[in-house]
């Protein structure tokens, strides 16, 4: 009888602990359930939208319609200023694949009325090469020195420009400048034995262009107070220079889709088919 009355305790107490394994899962899937539906209601709470964000809004609507190109540069014009002067971008889809070497885009480009900013320009030259940078503007000319300034951490400049032959001092500098996009090359005309005009130029504000990973291109073409027809021609020059460095390989449409902004506004779709071929 002892026996039996041990195991209808042992039966009663393992009811219990199930009983309460049961309430206690219970508990937390309610707890689960009200912690998804605040979250549900946070998540979807309202908020006032800014007045820069109703306006992106309703001028995303312009995105997938082409313009013509003055049309195109007196909407982003038209957009509420910001409180410094944007500058005014092209961003345009190539036909290309980037991953073939024979395909690559990159060059420079002078614009006809500049792009409204100066850049910093250094170059590594020695003897009359160096005079002829200073006297051009550059901001440091150097060589072995130099090169163990930037060694050093040193990177307050936008463009380098190289002698030919202080390649040798330039090419050990890779790692550190080649990330940055700053390594002299020669098909952007940053390694020539003309480093006076090369430096001119760059100060300038000639622009370096060079096709993405997925085939897209980015170039600032001016800034937002330029008189519009100055825009115009500085947008037109540029894609009729682009058209003419289409690659020999390159099949199809070149130009595909362009579009313009400024720093702070939405894109505008641009007519590229003067220049798509």
């Known amino acids: 009888m002892a026996e039996d009355q041990d195991r209808q305790e042992e ?30 209601k946070k998540w979807n709470r309202r908020f006032k939208p800014s007045k820069r964000t109703k306006a992106a809004r309703r001028a995303r609507g312009v995105r997938t319609e082409t313009h013509p190109i003055p049309q195109a540069i ?7 200023n910001v409180n410094f002067d944007e500058s005014m971008e092209l961003h345009v889809k190539l036909g290309v694949n980037p991953k073939k070497s ?26 009359p090469a160096a005079e002829e940078a200073r006297e051009a503007g550059a901001m440091e000319v150097g060589g072995e020195e130099l090169a163990k300034k930037i060694q050093e951490g040193w990177f307050d400049f936008d463009v380098v420009i190289a002698h030919p032959a202080m390649m040798r001092v330039v090419g050990r500098l890779g790692k550190l400048l080649g990330p940055k996009k700053l390594m002299p090359n020669p098909k952007e005309g940053s390694v020539t034995p003309r480093v006076g005009q090369a430096v001119k130029e760059f ?28 825009l115009i021609e500085n947008l037109e020059a540029f894609l009729q220079h682009l058209q003419s460095v289409k690659p020999t390989t390159a099949k199809g449409t070149f130009i595909q889709k362009g579009y313009i902004c400024s720093t702070m506004s939405p894109a505008v779709a641009i007519d590229v088919g003067p220049y798509a071929s």
């Open 11 to 40: 039966i009663r107490a393992r009811a219990q602990a199930t009983k309460s394994v049961g309430a206690a899962i219970e508990a937390a899937a309610a707890a689960t359930e009200s912690e998804k539906k605040s979250k549900g």
């Open 74 to 80: 007196k909407m982003v014009k038209g957009f509420k």
């Open 102 to 127: 024979d395909q690559q885009v990159r060059g420079t480009f002078v614009f006809p009325h500049g792009v409204g900013r100066s850049k910093r320009v250094i170059c590594f030259a020695e003897g």
């Open 203 to 230: 100060s300038g504000g000639k622009a370096k262009y060079r096709v993405d990973d997925t085939g897209n291109l980015h170039v600032v073409f001016g800034k937002k107070s330029f008189d519009e027809q100055k």
